[in-house]
């Protein structure tokens, strides 16, 4: 029997397990929506269109509490609005990440013995395509583990033909058009990758260093110019000397020649505003080819470029004896070489900004080199300005700063890498060094005015991943695709796409390049919202990463606590625009943080499994069709409030999805199913049924609960897709064939919000919560049913408590209730007032008074001795200085609570002393 039947068959039973286990529905369900293609999606559709781009994961990449964040929030908003009766679309793909697959198949090689040149370009990306065959899709199979609702069968990677040739066409226009040019200049140079990397793929970072002051003797002077410089190794590509033409103490030097020290050459002292006179000596040594200011100087002097270090970060052969050292090697030989020819004026520790790969680690290169870039300027201005106007917005809006900032600053782009793996870039060389960008070698002849059989050579680099992502809305959707179609059935449909869910660091690589690219080929928006993500950190702030043994594998969680809980744990922790921490076990890495998702999922699981066990009670048949009203029940107070209730939760968590709210969204369901629905609903059904007059009424009862919970199950299934469509099965009547996922969303109906009768609900709630706390105070065990006096100040409240008397006597735990007007004070009772009306528990005759008073007294004097260490705590005004905010906060509130409790218990104590 397939699980599918198996399924049909409990459900027909309506009949669930005692307790929930996530293991037996989740992966079955997900293979059932599978079959069932409940997340396709048709460009055909008359429906309202609504469409999220799944930002492609690396294939390279592994599941981890990042993406868990992105793609549930994802999720979330494609089942609603898919519930919500959308044609919605969710775009799936995989990115070939240039850099990191080819390093992972070149350290394969490497305990082969082989690099990629032994094998050779062609055989090279064969084996890189049979590892992504191989490996490839582990990251997209651990996403449908978490439960992503994308139409599947719109899969797309960027290295597919129809992406590629997008891509090769949009630098072919680019670079017809001027914006793409071959230039030299200063790049960002991966050591390690052996590759150019964008700004964007750096992270600065503050490191200690030495600043040496180095000996320039001048052609025919004794004493030196002092050159400050960090980088001694680099001397050897040294072409001038450059101080201030407004510094007095160079001025007679300028247009004269120095020495560079070990070099043995001699390079002119020019005047230039880049010197600093308040750095250093004021004199800098210029070496164009390995630093980009000193680049921009040597452009403005017309100074020759040495490049003196290799692409392994070795120097070469202009440093002499040191050719073959890597670069930090040579450093410490130069600088004692430099020390025993006293060279050395003198050396400082200095602390100044390092940039690094984030890919690699290691300290990037500045390096000069023959790159592509794209002129962005002209790209750039339209994609401000749809920003700045507000037809895409970001949430949290505070980044729309920081994108402004970026964009009227920006620098063109390199977008060429020495890689094999990519999307090579697609211009022809000529034997007379002439080139132009092409389909094919061909069309390259043509452009040149070649002969057609001229033997062409193609440019071996390829292009930056993010340049094949800057398409992502357009290739998604097929653009140019089949026979060079500008416009499909899916762009008409789906583009612009409503929402993007992304992480702030990559506004720049991706969110503006979208953005850029999008308007420039398109003319249209790439998407509407763009949501960005919070950063997850462990509970003491740290960012997760698996060096610090505090990033655990989500594939581990869900197998100890369920996706369910999971995806639920991580919306309700995550309020936008703040870091997100979570308990972190560093020894099982566990999260102990996800308990809140599995006692939620438990409990509803309950409350559905004791709304089955009531129908088969009560009901004796089944239940009614899902989305049903009771046009004839006549609702009581219970009723009328748990209804009202529901639609208050309805408006409230549409509007925080609305909003991107989703913690707020998180938060008023879990607030609503479990105090409001579980924890007092379910419990006085119990009661009603129990006292209930009829059995028509009885049956009337349960059913409204039964459409109470269908609707909940609805609100929840975003967020908790698994259990409610478990559930959803279970509790209605609906074919096996049906599925929650395509369930309408409940519907708002203002009319059902009734202020009167929640307010009257809650004096209710609050005299019996009154009642337990008082209880609890003085100690009464559960089983001890005490007498109730509850002395009202006018007849409708008396009235509505005698209502609601069995409600009140069974969840207080009463013995005897009496309600009225002008009821006195029995004697041995204590007291307390709960909107105007008096609430006496009786005690007298029950317990031993005198041991009360003696615990009582023994209990405030303990909190008295706490109450005062704590307000010490918050006198001591180093505490307030160097505790994290959250803390202070902490125990402001505990002092808070413990002087509440101790003026209740006071009274009691006086009440009882009477």
């Given at each position: 029997m397939s699980s599918e039947e198996e399924r049909s068959e409990d459900s027909q039973a309506r009949e669930l397990a005692k307790t929930y286990d996530p293991a037996l529905t989740?992966?079955?369900?997900?293979?059932?929506?599978?079959?069932?293609?409940?997340?396709?999606?048709?460009?055909?559709?008359?429906?309202?269109?609504?469409?999220?781009?799944?930002?492609?994961?690396?294939?390279?990449?592994?599941?981890?509490?990042?993406?868990?964040?992105?793609?549930?929030?994802?999720?979330?908003?494609?089942?609603?609005?898919?519930?919500?009766?959308?044609?919605?679309?969710?775009?799936?793909?995989?990115?070939?990440?240039?850099?990191?697959?080819?390093?992972?198949?070149?350290?394969?090689?490497?305990?082969?013995?082989?690099?990629?040149?032994?094998?050779?370009?062609?055989?090279?990306?064969?084996r890189v395509w049979q590892w992504r065959e191989q490996y490839g899709d582990i990251i997209l199979d651990q996403l449908r583990k978490i439960g992503v609702s994308c139409d599947w069968e719109r899969m797309l990677f960027t290295l597919d033909e129809s992406a590629s040739k997008a891509v090769s066409e949009v630098f072919i226009r680019l670079f017809d058009e001027g914006l793409i040019y071959r230039g030299k200049r200063i790049i960002n140079w991966s050591p390690l990758a052996q590759t150019a990397l964008s700004d964007?793929?750096?992270?600065?970072?503050?490191?200690?260093?030495?600043?040496?002051?180095?000996?320039?003797?001048?052609?025919?002077?004794?004493?030196?110019?002092?050159?400050?410089?960090?980088?001694?190794?680099?001397?050897?590509?040294?072409?001038?000397?450059?101080?201030?033409?407004?510094?007095?103490?160079?001025?007679?030097?300028?247009?004269?020649?120095?020495?560079?020290?070990?070099?043995?050459?001699l390079v002119p002292v020019i005047a230039d505003e880049y010197a600093d006179p308040t750095f250093g000596t004021g004199a800098v040594k210029i070496t164009p080819a390995h630093d980009p200011n000193d680049f921009e100087v040597g452009q403005r002097h017309d100074l020759p470029m040495p490049n003196s270090i290799n692409p392994d970060a070795t120097l070469n052969e202009l440093a002499g004896e040191f050719q073959g050292l890597d670069r930090f090697d040579a450093r410490k030989r130069i600088v004692e070489r430099l020390r025993e020819r006293d060279l050395i004026e003198k050396e400082e520790e200095y602390m100044h900004s390092v940039g690094y790969s984030q890919r690699g680690g290691e300290a990037v290169e500045p390096f000069l080199s023959d790159q592509w870039f794209v002129n962005m300027k002209a790209l750039a201005a339209p994609a401000?300005?749809?920003?700045?106007?507000?037809?895409?917005?970001?949430?949290?809006?505070?980044?729309?700063?920081?994108?402004?900032?970026?964009?009227?600053?920006?620098?063109?782009?390199?977008?060429?890498?020495?890689?094999?793996?990519?999307?090579?870039?697609?211009?022809?060389?000529?034997?007379?060094?002439?080139?132009?960008?092409?389909?094919?070698?061909?069309?390259?002849?043509?452009?040149?005015?070649?002969?057609?059989?001229?033997?062409?050579?193609?440019?071996?680099?390829?292009?930056?991943?993010?340049?094949?992502?800057?398409?992502?809305?357009?290739?998604?959707?097929?653009?140019?695709?089949?026979?060079?179609?500008?416009?499909?059935?899916?762009?008409?449909?789906?583009?612009?796409?409503?929402?993007?869910?992304?992480?702030?660091?990559?506004?720049?690589?991706?969110?503006?390049?979208?953005?850029?690219?999008?308007?420039?080929?398109?003319?249209?928006?790439?998407?509407?919202?763009?949501?960005?993500?919070?950063?997850?950190?462990?509970?003491?702030?740290?960012?997760?990463?698996?060096?610090?043994?505090?990033?655990?594998?989500?594939?581990?969680?869900?197998?100890?606590?369920?996706?369910d809980a999971m995806r639920f744990t991580i919306i309700y922790v995550a309020p936008i625009g703040q870091d997100i921490r979570l308990k972190v076990d560093e020894k099982t890495q566990d999260i102990a943080t996800m308990e809140i998702g599995r006692n939620f999922a438990n409990k509803i699981w309950n409350a559905a499994r004791f709304l089955l066990m009531k129908h088969k009670e009560v009901i004796k048949g089944v239940a009614r069709e899902a989305h049903e009203d009771l046009p004839t029940y006549r609702y009581d107070l219970t009723d009328s409030w748990i209804t009202s209730r529901f639609h208050e939760t309805i408006r409230d968590t549409q509007r925080a999805l609305q909003e991107y709210r989703l913690h707020e969204y998180a938060g008023k369901l879990y607030e609503f199913i479990w105090n409001d629905f579980c924890d007092w609903y379910v419990e006085m059904l119990k009661i009603r049924v129990a006292h209930s007059p009829t059995e028509t009424y009885r049956q009337e009862m349960v059913n409204h609960a039964f459409?109470?919970?269908?609707?909940?199950?609805?609100?929840?299934?975003?967020?908790?897709?698994?259990?409610?469509?478990?559930?959803?099965?279970?509790?209605?009547?609906?074919?096996?064939?049906?599925?929650?996922?395509?369930?309408p969303v409940p519907t708002l109906d203002e009319a059902r919000i009734l202020p009167q009768e929640t307010a009257q609900f809650r004096t209710v709630q609050s005299i019996v919560e009154e009642l337990r706390a008082m209880r609890g105070q003085m100690n009464i065990p559960p089983h001890e049913r005490l007498p109730i006096t509850l002395a009202c100040p006018d007849d409708p409240t008396s009235e509505l408590l005698k209502s609601e008397r069995h409600i009140i006597t069974e969840l207080a735990r009463g013995s005897n209730l009496h309600?009225?007007?002008?009821?006195?004070?029995?004697?041995?009772?204590?007291?307390?007032?709960?909107?105007?009306?008096?609430?006496?528990?009786?005690?007298?005759?029950?317990?031993?008074?005198?041991?009360?008073?003696?615990?009582?007294?023994?209990?405030?004097?303990?909190?008295?001795?706490?109450?005062?260490?704590?307000?010490?705590?918050?006198?001591?005004e180093k505490f307030l200085a160097n505790a994290p905010a959250s803390v202070v906060e902490h125990e402001r509130g505990k002092l808070a609570n413990l002087e509440n409790t101790l003026a209740k218990l006071s009274t009691n104590l006086e009440q009882l002393a009477e």
């Amino acid at each position: 029997m397939s699980s599918e039947e198996e399924r049909s068959e409990d459900s027909q039973a309506r009949e669930l397990a005692k307790t929930y286990d996530p293991a037996l529905t989740e992966n079955a369900w997900y293979s059932t929506w599978l079959t069932k293609g409940v997340f396709a999606a048709s460009s055909d559709s008359a429906k309202p269109a609504y469409s999220v781009l799944m930002p492609p994961p690396n294939v390279t990449g592994m599941l981890h509490m990042g993406h868990v964040l992105n793609h549930t929030i994802q999720d979330v908003y494609i089942r609603w609005r898919r519930m919500a009766g959308d044609e919605s679309c969710w775009f799936p793909g995989a990115d070939h990440a240039g850099i990191a697959t080819q390093a992972r198949v070149e350290k394969l090689l490497a305990q082969e013995n082989l690099t990629r040149y032994d094998l050779g370009r062609e055989k090279f990306l064969e084996r890189v395509w049979q590892w992504r065959e191989q490996y490839g899709d582990i990251i997209l199979d651990q996403l449908r583990k978490i439960g992503v609702s994308c139409d599947w069968e719109r899969m797309l990677f960027t290295l597919d033909e129809s992406a590629s040739k997008a891509v090769s066409e949009v630098f072919i226009r680019l670079f017809d058009e001027g914006l793409i040019y071959r230039g030299k200049r200063i790049i960002n140079w991966s050591p390690l990758a052996q590759t150019a990397l964008s700004d964007e793929e750096v992270e600065s970072r503050e490191t200690q260093d030495v600043l040496y002051t180095l000996r320039y003797y001048p052609e025919d002077a004794a004493e030196p110019l002092l050159v400050a410089t960090v980088r001694p190794e680099t001397i050897f590509g040294d072409v001038a000397v450059a101080v201030n033409p407004d510094d007095e103490r160079y001025r007679d030097l300028i247009g004269t020649k120095v020495r560079v020290p070990l070099a043995d050459k001699l390079v002119p002292v020019i005047a230039d505003e880049y010197a600093d006179p308040t750095f250093g000596t004021g004199a800098v040594k210029i070496t164009p080819a390995h630093d980009p200011n000193d680049f921009e100087v040597g452009q403005r002097h017309d100074l020759p470029m040495p490049n003196s270090i290799n692409p392994d970060a070795t120097l070469n052969e202009l440093a002499g004896e040191f050719q073959g050292l890597d670069r930090f090697d040579a450093r410490k030989r130069i600088v004692e070489r430099l020390r025993e020819r006293d060279l050395i004026e003198k050396e400082e520790e200095y602390m100044h900004s390092v940039g690094y790969s984030q890919r690699g680690g290691e300290a990037v290169e500045p390096f000069l080199s023959d790159q592509w870039f794209v002129n962005m300027k002209a790209l750039a201005a339209p994609a401000l300005e749809v920003v700045q106007s507000g037809e895409v917005r970001f949430f949290p809006q505070h980044w729309t700063k920081t994108y402004e900032h970026w964009m009227s600053n920006i620098r063109d782009w390199c977008i060429s890498r020495q890689l094999w793996w990519g999307h090579r870039i697609p211009v022809y060389y000529a034997p007379d060094g002439s080139f132009t960008a092409a389909r094919s070698a061909e069309e390259a002849c043509a452009k040149l005015g070649l002969p057609e059989d001229t033997p062409l050579r193609q440019d071996p680099d390829v292009l930056d991943t993010w340049f094949s992502s800057a398409l992502w809305p357009l290739t998604t959707m097929r653009w140019l695709a089949d026979g060079q179609k500008e416009q499909t059935a899916d762009l008409a449909k789906f583009l612009p796409t409503n929402l993007l869910v992304t992480g702030p660091d990559i506004i720049f690589f991706w969110v503006a390049r979208m953005i850029m690219m999008t308007k420039k080929f398109k003319g249209v928006i790439p998407f509407r919202d763009v949501y960005f993500t919070s950063m997850i950190r462990d509970a003491r702030g740290r960012k997760m990463s698996k060096s610090l043994g505090n990033s655990p594998d989500p594939l581990d969680i869900i197998a100890k606590y369920g996706a369910d809980a999971m995806r639920f744990t991580i919306i309700y922790v995550a309020p936008i625009g703040q870091d997100i921490r979570l308990k972190v076990d560093e020894k099982t890495q566990d999260i102990a943080t996800m308990e809140i998702g599995r006692n939620f999922a438990n409990k509803i699981w309950n409350a559905a499994r004791f709304l089955l066990m009531k129908h088969k009670e009560v009901i004796k048949g089944v239940a009614r069709e899902a989305h049903e009203d009771l046009p004839t029940y006549r609702y009581d107070l219970t009723d009328s409030w748990i209804t009202s209730r529901f639609h208050e939760t309805i408006r409230d968590t549409q509007r925080a999805l609305q909003e991107y709210r989703l913690h707020e969204y998180a938060g008023k369901l879990y607030e609503f199913i479990w105090n409001d629905f579980c924890d007092w609903y379910v419990e006085m059904l119990k009661i009603r049924v129990a006292h209930s007059p009829t059995e028509t009424y009885r049956q009337e009862m349960v059913n409204h609960a039964f459409l109470i919970f269908e609707g909940i199950l609805r609100l929840l299934h975003p967020v908790m897709p698994f259990i409610t469509e478990e559930l959803w099965h279970a509790i209605t009547d609906v074919d096996s064939s049906d599925s929650i996922v395509r369930a309408p969303v409940p519907t708002l109906d203002e009319a059902r919000i009734l202020p009167q009768e929640t307010a009257q609900f809650r004096t209710v709630q609050s005299i019996v919560e009154e009642l337990r706390a008082m209880r609890g105070q003085m100690n009464i065990p559960p089983h001890e049913r005490l007498p109730i006096t509850l002395a009202c100040p006018d007849d409708p409240t008396s009235e509505l408590l005698k209502s609601e008397r069995h409600i009140i006597t069974e969840l207080a735990r009463g013995s005897n209730l009496h309600i009225g007007r002008g009821l006195a004070k029995p004697a041995g009772a204590i007291a307390t007032v709960v909107n105007g009306v008096d609430v006496f528990l009786t005690l007298k005759g029950f317990i031993d008074l005198d041991k009360e008073k003696q615990r009582l007294a023994k209990e405030i004097g303990r909190l008295k001795g706490m109450i005062k260490g704590t307000a010490a705590k918050l006198q001591n005004e180093k505490f307030l200085a160097n505790a994290p905010a959250s803390v202070v906060e902490h125990e402001r509130g505990k002092l808070a609570n413990l002087e509440n409790t101790l003026a209740k218990l006071s009274t009691n104590l006086e009440q009882l002393a009477e």
